[in-house]
């Protein structure tokens, strides 16, 4: 089982990666963040949070009847690739790993690779 510390080390060694986060879904607060660049982690993990929220929410009324899980959103804009991944953990609540990714010289593939093998060694 991965720490958290360990978790994100992992994360910011995936190609591309600009900085990363882990946040608790439920209180939309940052759990651990690490970057290459100045980021309001408290911040952003709230609207991070947000945005996984209001996606969760509109594809549950898209199909209504059924169970949506997310295995995994990404988002891309002009800045970069930003790759969202959910967890069941045996922590407090529900935690999310957030990695922000270079445009240029990240591959979603492999990105989304490394943060689903990531993300099952530290939920173990």
Do not use: W
């Not at 045996?90 to 999310?96: Q, S």
Request: with cysteine.
């Amino acid at each position: 089982m991965l720490g958290i510390d360990t978790c994100l080390a992992e994360v910011m060694s995936i190609p591309g990666a600009l900085e990363a986060m882990l946040v608790d879904h439920t209180s939309g607060m940052a759990v651990a963040c690490s970057s290459t660049s100045v980021v309001d982690a408290e911040r952003s993990a709230a609207a991070l949070t947000e945005a996984l929220r209001a996606t969760t929410d509109g594809l549950a009324r898209t199909c209504p009847g059924e169970v949506v899980r997310i295995d995994d959103m990404l988002v891309t804009t002009d800045k970069g690739h930003h790759l969202f991944r959910p967890l069941e953990t045996v922590f407090e609540g529900p935690l999310v790993i957030y990695v922000h990714l270079d445009l240029e010289r990240s591959n979603l593939a492999l990105a989304r690779h490394r943060l689903r093998s990531i993300s099952s060694q530290l939920t173990t």
